[in-house]
């Protein structure tokens, strides 16, 4: 008997599918003089409902970029959506604090300095010193901080410096 998975249990069923039936972005990449203690958001497709807060766990398809337009990661060609927890210094101080407010179905740019992001390290992919900028949409944000299944596991997060180099820390 092949075993079979059930899909994953979003909050918004319907929006999420919305959202996984998107083309992934294409980032508008970092000036190279970014200021390293930046931190810019823009809301590039509205989403729906409450917004995330500091604890929540956040599900999100994501593509980030450097100043020269080099993607350096991203979840989409895998099929596998990053859980981010907000707030607890999982992530990049860039996620942690960037993705505060975004709502189901977001799209949201955004343009982090190299403080906020990946400082002085060398992360492979991302030279030292270097602002990234990602596009996330956001799939799903549960009630209560819960995971929800079918997501990278916030234990399991890539850490950056790892193949690609996903928003952690």
Same mark, same amino acid.
């Given at each position: $008997?092949?075993?079979?998975?059930?899909?994953?249990?979003?909050?918004?069923?319907?929006?999420?599918?919305?959202?996984?039936?998107?083309?992934?972005?294409?980032?508008t *990449? *970092?000036?190279?003089?970014?200021?390293?203690?930046?931190?810019?958001?823009?809301?590039?497709?509205?989403?729906?409902?409450?917004?995330?807060?500091?604890?929540?766990?956040?599900?999100?398809?994501?593509?980030?970029?450097?100043?020269?337009?080099? $993607?350096?990661?991203?979840?989409?060609? &895998?099929?596998?959506?990053?859980?981010?927890?907000?707030?607890?210094?999982?992530?990049? *101080?860039?996620?942690?604090?960037?993705?505060i407010?975004a $709502?189901?179905?977001?799209?949201?740019?955004l343009?982090?300095?190299?403080?906020n992001?990946?400082?002085?390290?060398?992360?492979?992919?991302?030279?030292?010193?270097?602002p990234?900028?990602?596009?996330?949409?956001?799939?799903?944000?549960? *009630?209560?901080?819960?995971? &929800?299944?079918?997501?990278?596991?916030?234990?399991?997060?890539?850490?950056?410096g790892?193949?690609?180099?996903?928003?952690?820390?």
């Amino acid at each position: $008997t092949v075993p079979t998975t059930e899909p994953p249990a979003y909050t918004n069923p319907e929006l999420a599918e919305e959202v996984l039936g998107r083309e992934p972005p294409e980032p508008t *990449p *970092p000036p190279e003089d970014t200021a390293g203690d930046a931190l810019e958001t823009t809301t590039v497709i509205e989403g729906e409902g409450e917004g995330a807060q500091a604890g929540d766990i956040v599900t999100v398809h994501y593509v980030g970029v450097l100043s020269d337009g080099t $993607t350096f990661d991203e979840s989409w060609s &895998r099929g596998e959506p990053f859980q981010v927890p907000l707030g607890q210094g999982a992530v990049i *101080p860039g996620w942690d604090e960037g993705l505060i407010g975004a $709502t189901i179905g977001e799209r949201r740019h955004l343009l982090i300095g190299a403080d906020n992001a990946y400082g002085e390290a060398d992360q492979g992919a991302i030279p030292p010193n270097s602002p990234p900028a990602f596009d996330g949409d956001v799939l799903d944000i549960p *009630p209560g901080g819960r995971r &929800r299944a079918g997501g990278t596991p916030v234990a399991g997060v890539r850490r950056a410096g790892a193949a690609g180099a996903a928003p952690g820390r």
